[in-house]
Nanobody, 124 residues
Framework: QVQLVESGGGLVQAGGSLRLSCAAS????????MGWFRQTPGKERDLLAA????????YYADSVKGRFTASRDNAKNTVYLQMNSLKPDDTAVYYC?????????????????WGQGTQVTVSS
């Protein structure tokens, strides 16, 4: 069982940056591929970025490619999402998730553990 806690959300102006963190409990954090998702009211939860267990492979949705960067520090049991050039359309609740596999995962159904979410609001 893995418990995930996101932090770092908040209010930022368009063009600004935020870094989200997701701290995981338990051991063998490198055994879990991680993903970052976001959701707005009435819409499905969308995968933004994913990173393999050892960090060697990453995936980005087209909507955030070149602006967002996922990274992880397995010694700290933490995964990060650096978000630059933020836009009002990036406003959402952001979630991190863990998959019971070290390999990169790009489908939400492949993720087994979820954080509680953190709100990101980008003002124009």
């Amino acid at each position: 069982q893995v418990q995930l806690v996101e932090s770092g959300g908040g209010l930022v102006q368009a063009g600004g940056s935020l870094r989200l963190s997701c701290a995981a409990s338990g051991r063998s954090f490198s055994a879990y591929a991680m993903g970052w998702f976001r959701q707005t009211p009435g819409k499905e939860r969308d995968l933004l970025a994913a990173i393999s267990g050892y960090g060697g492979r990453t995936y980005y949705a087209d909507s955030v490619k070149g602006r967002f960067t996922a990274s992880r520090d397995n010694a700290k049991n933490t995964v990060y999402l650096q978000m630059n050039s933020l836009k009002p359309d990036d406003t959402a609740v952001y979630y991190c998730a863990a998959s019971n596999t070290v390999s990169l995962r790009t489908t939400s159904t492949d993720y087994h553990y979820w954080g509680q979410g953190t709100q990101v609001t980008v003002s124009s």
